[in-house]
Nanobody, 120 residues
Framework: QVELLVSGGGLVQTGGSQSLSCAAS????????MGWFRQRPGMDREFVAAVGQSAGQQYYAVFAKGRFTISRDNAKNTVYLLMNNLKPDDTAVYYC?????????????WGRGTQVTVSS
């Protein structure tokens, strides 16, 4: 059974940082592009960042560019999202996904969401 296990999240003050990780099992991790998505209260799910099967291929939503960094460690089957200079609008449930195609999807597997709350 493929699993994407998310860790991290919680409460952080405005301007602070959070680091999320997503560890995959039961798949050939290096064959998958990995992405992060989020769903803010009352809004639809939106793309945050993705890294391709080639780790040098990174993609970011406009709001994430310059603040968030996605990376992957294939030896650990883990993708990370470092979020800096967090704002209240970043408050959301964050999800990771794995795509056997490209970073643009479709995504084959999803992890459980983790809550990130940024206080004012």
């Amino acid at each position: 059974q493929v699993e994407l296990l998310v860790s991290g999240g919680g409460l952080v003050q405005t301007g602070g940082s959070q680091s999320l990780s997503c560890a995959a099992s039961a798949l050939i991790f290096s064959s998958y592009a990995m992405g992060w998505f989020r769903q803010r209260p009352g809004m639809d799910r939106e793309f945050v960042a993705a890294v391709g099967q080639s780790a040098g291929q990174q993609y970011y939503a406009v709001f994430a560019k310059g603040r968030f960094t996605i990376s992957r460690d294939n030896a650990k089957n883990t993708v990370y999202l470092l979020m800096n200079n967090l704002k209240p609008d970043d408050t959301a449930v964050y999800y990771c996904g794995a795509s056997s195609g490209s970073y643009s999807g479709p995504y084959d597997y999803w992890g459980r969401g983790t809550q990130v709350t940024v206080s004012s």
